[in-house]
């Protein structure tokens, strides 16, 4: 299997999850976000969408580690904007959670096509004149 590593973009003081994890992404999971995103799109007045955490997303050398640093129940994955966000919360309080951003590993759709207009532009700058 394949694992990414992906930064802790959110935490509460009182959390002391890793500051980077490994994270699977599968085709199946790509078709939720990518459902989720246009649920979002034509819904203006939803703001995010919940999604439930495949059993192989987190690497379970990783899984153990945020166990250990803090045992929680609640996992979820959520999409919102162009965002996609691994989130976690303590069985024990909602003030103990933390987000990992996964967003570079599935790009939205505008942000892929921004970048692809952007390499272009630039790309013309890099060509040598021709006398």
């Given amino acids: 299997m394949t694992y990414s590593k992906i930064q802790k973009t959110y935490c509460t003081v009182l959390c002391d999850w890793p500051d980077s994890i490994e994270v699977q992404i599968n085709?199946?999971?790509?078709?939720?976000?990518?459902?989720?995103?246009?649920?979002?799109?034509?819904n203006s007045f939803i703001r995010s969408v919940s999604l439930d955490v495949p059993e192989d997303f987190v690497n379970p050398d990783d899984?153990?580690?945020?166990?250990?640093?803090?045992?929680?129940?609640?996992?979820?994955?959520?999409?919102?904007?162009?965002?996609?966000?691994?989130?976690?919360?303590?069985?024990?309080?909602?003030?103990?959670?933390?987000?990992?951003?996964?967003?570079?590993?599935i790009e939205h759709p505008v942000i892929k096509e921004l970048r692809e207009e952007e390499a272009a532009f630039l790309k013309q700058f890099d060509e040598?004149?021709?006398h």
């Fill in 27 to 42: 085709d199946d999971l790509k078709d939720q976000i990518r459902k989720a995103r246009n649920i979002l799109k034509y």
């Fill in 63 to 105: 899984f153990n580690i945020l166990y250990d640093a803090c045992p929680f129940e609640i996992e979820r994955i959520v999409v919102f904007d162009v965002y996609a966000k691994y989130a976690l919360q303590s069985k024990y309080s909602e003030m103990i959670t933390a987000k990992y951003d996964f967003t570079h590993l």
């Fill in 128 to 130: 040598p004149e021709e």
